[in-house]
């Protein structure tokens, strides 16, 4: 399977939801993180995220508009060690809490299901690097979701990567919008990750829809100097 330009997965999909990529940068010195959220109801779009040093969180714009915190209030992404968590929601939280433990990504991932907001059970999607200071870091990708129209079962897929120069791997919420709206399915999918973390920042922003689109988070992190980049985009 070749990598592709993200902007071409991306191309004429209103809403792929959330999304989660992590890979590494085409010189082989980056560790690279994306992350994204998109949001058509009122609720989903009162959302700005707030970075600091540790964690990123996403909070409401206006307290009073919230209908459901639970599914749209979270730490998108929190560090432990040398170890980056990224996911779409509160199981970061668990993650964070079993690693620190000494326990695992999956062990935590097992403790969790996909969201409650049927008919549309939207999966939850989960990933981690490990070792992000050395050039070998390796990571994970996780998806949760239903195995029925009723939400009866979960079906759950992890997938680990060794890194490679110009790779990166990437996946999100919905298959495309819809009433309800069908789940990611099928592999991570294989992009091309550039060296320049403004030039794949554009990119991406730029390929989220206009209407749907809310916050954009891209990370570099200099393998070499232990040093990392960041931008953040919030629409609102």
């Not at 299901?113 to 050039?135: Q, V």
Request: with cysteine; charged share 25%; net charge neutral.
């Amino acid at each position: 399977m070749t990598n592709t330009n993200i902007a071409k997965v991306l191309s004429g999909n209103s809403y792929p939801g959330r999304g989660i990529m992590l890979g590494k940068s085409k010189n082989g010195r980056y560790a690279v993180t994306a992350y994204f959220i998109m949001g058509r109801s009122g609720n989903s779009r009162n959302r700005t995220i707030i970075e600091t040093k540790d964690f990123l969180k996403i909070e409401p714009i206006d307290n009073t508009k919230v209908i459901d915190p639970s599914l749209i209030i979270y730490y998108p992404l929190r560090k432990i060690n040398d170890n980056l968590i990224v996911t779409n929601g509160t199981q970061t939280d668990a993650v964070y809490s079993f690693l620190k433990d000494g326990k695992t990504f999956e062990d935590a991932l097992n403790t969790q299901t996909f969201e409650h907001d049927a008919p549309n059970f939207t999966p939850r999607i989960s990933g981690i690097i490990y070792n992000e200071s050395k050039c070998d870091f390796t990571y994970k990708l996780s998806i949760l979701k239903s195995g029925d129209e009723k939400g009866t079962v979960c079906d759950r897929f992890t997938f680990s990567y060794a890194p490679a120069n110009g790779i990166g791997h990437f996946i999100h919420t919905y298959v495309k919008d819809g009433d309800p709206l069908p789940s990611f399915t099928g592999e991570p999918i294989k992009i091309s990750v550039p060296d320049n973390i403004d030039e794949f920042t554009k990119t991406l922003w730029e390929a989220l829809n206009e209407d749907n689109k809310i916050s954009l988070y891209t990370r570099y992190f200099d393998t070499e100097k232990g040093k990392e980049q960041t931008r953040l985009i919030n629409k609102y």
